[in-house]
């Protein structure tokens, strides 16, 4: 409930107008924390196993690319001419 | 004209540094050979033949490959069959390509040209890629320009040309330390005779030449995650995937695919790979089963009709050999089968909606060294 008699108004923005104080005083001395690579190298070990490339085997999956190309009305973003994996 | 449309089968790459850190140097591609033979059989068309692929880098910096496909296709389709005579014809495909590695950026350049009696496409392709935020994020991007010249037989020389410009943006970026998210988004122009001088349309039942539209543009955006779910301490490694992508064109087609899969290593040497996919289109807008108007385009390519396709398909490979640090040799087996189902292409033999089987066959060697 809003208060009503003016000293309650009066000490709800004073209360209104420290809180915004507060808030622009702490942006003032805030700084965006730089984001580091959270995993590092030696942690991508797994990310590089084969079972993680379904279609390593480049002739096998331009072969399958092709067979779709050619039937279906849709193209594009297969992901066969790379795509790439910073995981080696 | 078994194959005309191929997307370049350029590999990778590219150098934009959208992320912020440091660059991390990438690598060439691993020396590698494959040796495969493959079978395409279903709705009449069976398509099948050798393929063969060599990379081999050269001073450190630069990888060159080659690769050469065949497709014996006999083509008996129910498109085949119900307006015209069964045929065989022979596509050949070659692809040069090289590799380089220029500061943190590896750069690929490539040149293609698929070849049959009657159709003619060659294509050359840039691509760059580069690995940034300190190697978990990797940015590619691409071009594809492709010229094609088309024929007819009987008619001596070619009749028309068709050009085609494919841009394509690519994004791995490391999650975890199991699992890693993919984004790639093409965009595909066309301009020239982009339909078959073969294939006619049905207009108040009586069949006349197809009418396509001369140029076309479309885009497809795809989202994937790849993840090792390997309980802690298993002794057999496991992944899964699923990715799904959506396609949109000025021809009015929409199509998604959604495709998920499970990798598992079953003992030493033996990983096998499954997976199920879905594809579910809509109709081009000229596309008709027996148009009931006259209009300036008509077509019955059934590739451009409303139709799904489901697929089930699996391969195991066994490593024949393995030294470490100098060259695995591995044997590998694959099958897929597919099925399609047409909505609004009817079998003119039965008058039922269309629908066939097909299947995939796979046999190949591949080495790295």
């Not at chain 2, 579910?280 to 089963?289: E, N, P």
């Not at chain 2, 398909?313 to 640090?325: A, C, D, I, Q, R």
């Not at chain 2, 189902?341 to 269309?354: E, F, N």
Request: net charge neutral.
């Amino acid at each position: 409930m809003a208060p009503t008699s003016p000293a309650a108004r009066a000490l709800a923005r004073l209360a209104a107008a420290a809180l915004a104080a507060s808030v622009l005083a702490g942006c003032g001395s805030w700084r965006p924390k730089p984001i580091e690579p959270w995993v590092k190298p030696y942690e991508r070990e797994r990310l590089a196993d084969p079972i993680m490339k379904p279609g390593r085997d480049e002739l096998s999956a331009r072969q399958v690319d092709h067979v779709y190309s050619v039937r279906e009305g849709s193209r594009g973003a297969t992901g066969v001419q790379g795509g790439g994996c910073g995981c080696n | 004209m078994a194959a005309t449309r191929r997307s370049g089968s350029a590999a990778v790459v590219a150098g934009v540094t959208l992320a912020a850190g440091a660059a991390h140097a990438v690598d060439l591609p691993e020396d590698r050979a494959e040796l495969m033979y493959h079978l395409y059989d279903g709705g009449g068309t069976r398509a099948s033949g050798p393929a063969v692929l060599v990379r081999k880098s050269m001073l450190d910096r630069v990888s060159v490959s080659g690769s050469y496909y065949v497709d014996a296709v006999s083509n008996a389709s129910i498109d085949v069959v119900t307006t015209a005579s069964p045929y065989k014809e022979t596509r050949n495909e070659f692809d040069l390509g090289a590799d380089y590695v220029v500061r943190d950026t590896l750069i690929h350049v490539s040149g293609s040209r698929s070849k049959e009696p009657d159709y003619v496409a060659d294509t050359a392709s840039v691509d760059l890629t580069q690995d940034v935020f300190g190697g978990m994020t990797t940015v590619a991007i691409g071009f594809t320009k492709g010229n094609d010249k088309v024929g007819q037989k009987g008619t001596p020389g070619w009749i028309d040309t068709a050009h085609h410009w494919q841009y394509r943006l690519g994004l791995t970026q490391i999650l975890t330390p199991r699992w890693l998210a993919t984004a790639n988004l093409e965009a595909v122009s066309d301009d020239g005779y982009l339909g078959s001088p073969y294939r006619v349309a049905r207009v108040f039942g009586a069949t006349v030449p197809e009418r396509d539209p001369r140029t076309r543009e479309s885009k497809a955006l795809k989202l994937g995650f790849v993840g090792d779910i390997t309980p802690e301490g298993g002794e057999r490694r496991s992944s899964v995937r699923a990715e799904y992508r959506y396609f949109w064109d000025t021809w009015n087609i929409k199509a998604s695919t959604l495709e998920l899969g499970y990798s598992r290593y079953l003992a030493p040497g033996w990983l096998a790979d499954g997976f199920v996919r879905y594809y579910k289109q809509t109709h081009a807008l000229f596309y008709s089963d027996d148009a009931q108007a006259e209009t300036l385009y008509v077509t019955r390519n059934k590739q451009l009709s409303s139709f799904h396709d489901i697929s089930v398909g699996g391969k195991v490979t066994y490593t024949l050999k393995s030294v470490p640090g100098k060259y695995d040799v591995h044997l590998t087996g694959a099958y897929q089968l597919l099925s399609f189902h047409y909505k609004d292409y009817t079998d003119i033999r039965t008058g039922s909606p269309y629908s066939f089987n097909a299947h995939v066959l796979q046999g190949y060697v591949s080495a790295t060294f």
